[in-house]
């Protein structure tokens, strides 16, 4: 099928599209390929120069792959590019994972159909055609009958609201947002805030180079050592000897990677040996510190503590200051917040030049045009860096806010809950379809093969869709509160709800607090392929609008 034209009615031609897609990161590429595959027209909008998502953003000191890693943070669907890409490291730096990505876009010639620097201002289904329109802030007007939002569940910067920040005449940068030209911290006083995933990757790298770094913390964090090191072309040569082997191990695995998991529990055990597993986990470091646990470790409180106790150890003994030790350690249940991995940011702390502020004893009052100030007193800075990560999961979509069936705005459905039918269709809004969004598997899962195996479902509706002549399809109210319920029993069973994270929306006032992942990996991609089997129960199907007559061929 191909792109056609046709008149606005306020002057102007209307692209007409079979498919549009907002994102050209790992999703959305993706996507794009996969629907040229099938034979429609597709146009891609991202804001971004160049494709990348994430990974095209996300250039802070130090950012890297904290998942399980390469050379399995990778698309499958294509054995091609698993034997001619050679990954450097098991905890891939941004630049690197983003030249895959470029590749991507090189050897499937994706680009030419990517529209970038072009931000989507309105979206709105019109109900008589059963197609959504869409303006940019290029002017651009097009129209398609899919539309596919890969906006990514980490892309929605989360600004912190402090007063006088905006009066700092210093430097400031946040991690999501950082500049592509190298940024200097040499002689400068720093100040971080946030120890998440990228404060805790940031802010050893940043104080190499700084005359001095203070770190404004407002939570401590569980974090574990990231084991990075150089891939070999041996392990790269084992990962590629049996890869239909290791793709269906990634497939069978809950969080998609080619790993055995640990069935037995930690109360099961003595405490000599859960301390000598904990004890060879932290030494190998990795993800697989966690995909080796025992199975109780985000279920049972008595479990979870044992592992909390050996974390909270390892930080003593690590920072040598023993009043900064004791601010570093964390008293939530450990694991409910996003598991972090990290490169010697426990060891920076013992360095002259870094200090830690405990926002909880020792809060910020406000800022000044030189300064950060605190109860304590008053602290001179030239730089400020917020790594005070996103409005995640749900956050982008609510930015992108489509008008779906009735003038209905999507922040206005998604006021107590985010709405939706297997994490992947909103009722109200036809044809639009969601990769990686909230009640999916999205940031419990490794993204590229995730958004193969959604984006697989998606293309299999679509091709329902269009072999039966039917003009849209939308989830049912009762289909999207049954899985609300699914989604929220999973959680129920497990520690995950009862911690502030960014998984429960706590880091973002005003945000619904609800754990909003579905918590079932492998079980969630079996869900939505009975729902296919069986014909699509809980979906509402409508017929194609008629073609009138003066347009019959």
């Known amino acids: 099928m191909t792109k056609e034209k046709h008149p606005s009615p306020t002057g102007g031609p209307v692209e007409a599209y079979d498919a549009v897609i907002i994102g050209a990161g790992v999703s959305g590429l993706y996507a794009l390929h996969h629907l040229r595959e099938m034979g429609l027209s597709v146009r891609v909008y991202d804001g971004a120069t160049d494709v990348g998502g994430t990974w095209w953003y996300n250039r802070y000191p130090g950012a890297r792959v904290d998942g399980p890693g390469s050379p399995f943070y990778c698309y499958t669907f294509s054995d091609e590019l698993m034997q001619e890409w050679d990954w450097k490291e098991t905890q891939s730096e941004q630049s690197d994972v983003l030249d895959y990505i470029e590749h991507v876009a090189d050897r499937y010639d994706l680009r030419r159909d990517i529209e970038f620097e072009t931000w989507v201002r309105d979206i709105r289904y019109d109900e008589d055609t059963q197609r959504w329109a869409v303006e940019t802030d290029t002017g651009v007007r097009a129209s398609a009958r899919f539309l596919i939002c890969a906006v990514g569940a980490l892309s929605t910067a989360n600004l912190p609201d402090i007063p006088g920040i905006g009066d700092f005449r210093g430097e400031t940068y946040h991690t999501g947002r950082w500049p592509h030209e190298p940024v200097s911290f040499e002689g400068k006083r720093v100040a971080v805030i946030g120890t998440g995933s990228s404060g805790i990757q940031a802010m050893p790298e940043i104080a190499k180079e700084a005359a001095h770094v203070t770190v404004l913390q407002r939570t401590a964090q569980f974090a574990f050592p990231a084991g990075n090191r150089l891939l070999t072309p041996e392990d ?57 646990l025992y199975s109780d470790i985000a279920i049972s409180e008595e479990a979870n503590q044992s592992l909390a106790d050996f974390v909270r150890a390892k930080i003593r003994q690590i920072v040598h200051d023993p009043e900064t030790a004791r601010k570093l350690l964390p008293d939530h249940f450990v694991m409910t917040k996003r598991p972090i991995l990290e490169n010697g940011y426990f060891e920076a702390y013992n360095r002259d030049n870094v200090s830690l502020i405990d926002l909880r004893e020792d809060p910020i009052e406000h800022f000044t045009e030189t300064s950060v100030v605190t109860r304590s007193g008053d602290h001179p800075i030239d730089m400020l860096v917020l790594a005070t990560g996103y409005d995640a999961i749900s956050g982008s979509m609510l930015r992108l806010n489509p008008q779906g069936r009735n003038g209905i705005r999507l922040a206005d459905r998604w006021t107590d809950r985010f709405h939706n039918y297997l994490g992947l269709t909103i009722h109200g809004f036809p044809n639009l379809f969601m990769i990686h969004g909230p009640g999916s598997p999205g940031v419990f899962y490794n993204m590229p093969l995730g958004a193969e195996r959604q984006m697989g479902w998606v293309g299999n509706l679509l091709r329902r869709l269009l072999e039966r002549n039917l003009g849209a399809v939308e989830p049912s109210e009762e289909s999207e509160k049954a899985w609300d319920d699914e989604v929220a029993a999973l959680a129920g069973v497990t520690l995950f709800p009862r911690t502030d994270s960014w998984w429960t929306g706590a880091n973002v006032p005003g945000k619904p607090r609800y754990f909003s992942v579905y918590l079932g990996g492998s079980i969630y991609y079996q869900r939505i392929a009975d729902v296919a089997e069986n014909d699509y129960p809980g979906f509402e199907f409508t017929p194609a609008p008629e073609t009138p007559a003066s347009q019959r061929a």
Do not use: C, H
Not at 253 to 273: V, Y
């Open 236 to 292: 790269m040569a084992e990962a590629r000897r049996d890869w239909e082997a290791v793709k269906a191990k990634m497939i069978a695995n809950a969080g998609g990677f080619p790993f055995e998991m640990r069935a037995s529990s930690a109360l099961d055990a003595t405490p000599e040996e859960r301390e000598a597993l904990y004890e060879k986990l932290w030494q190998k470091g990795g993800f697989g510190f966690f995909l080796n």
